[in-house]
């Protein structure tokens, strides 16, 4: 019965938490919702690895990071086009751009002009996990 009791309350608590959440909702599916979660935690995991190869001055190795696993690939064309929120696919399309944007900028192997790139992609995170919520 313990476990009814807390089952109970982390239900209660996640309600009251939905209802103070004000960002816009995306609808998705349980299936999609799980898929747009693991690309989320892709693009970190990215975002790590780029951030430890320019600590080695591996400028093109994170370029090839930042267009594979960040830029506008056509499976991510592809997956923005199909979300039913416009804003939503605005800031994903830009978000995916950046990240062509910061691939290209790497090659050059400047730090300071690298890491505002890398600013700049990780904003529409920011913008995006500030503005909707699963």
């Known amino acids: 019965m313990v476990f009814a009791a807390d089952d109970q309350h982390n239900a209660a608590h996640q309600h009251d938490m939905n209802m103070m959440d004000t960002r816009t909702s995306l609808n998705l599916s349980p299936q999609m919702k799980q898929h747009q979660l693991s690309n989320m935690r892709e693009h970190v995991k990215a975002i790590k690895i780029i951030v430890g190869l320019m600590a080695e001055n591996k400028f093109e190795e994170a370029s090839g990071i930042a267009h594979n696993k960040l830029g ?15 804003e939503f696919k605005t800031i994903g399309l830009a978000f995916h751009n950046s990240g062509d944007e910061l691939g290209e900028v790497l ?17 529409y ?3 995006c996990h500030a503005t909707f919520r699963q």
């Open 72 to 86: 506008l690939t056509p499976q991510m064309q592809a997956m923005c086009s199909n979300m039913g929120n416009d």
């Open 107 to 123: 090659l050059t192997n400047d730090v300071n002009a690298s890491l505002r790139a890398l600013n700049k992609t990780m904003q």
């Open 125 to 127: 995170c920011v913008q």
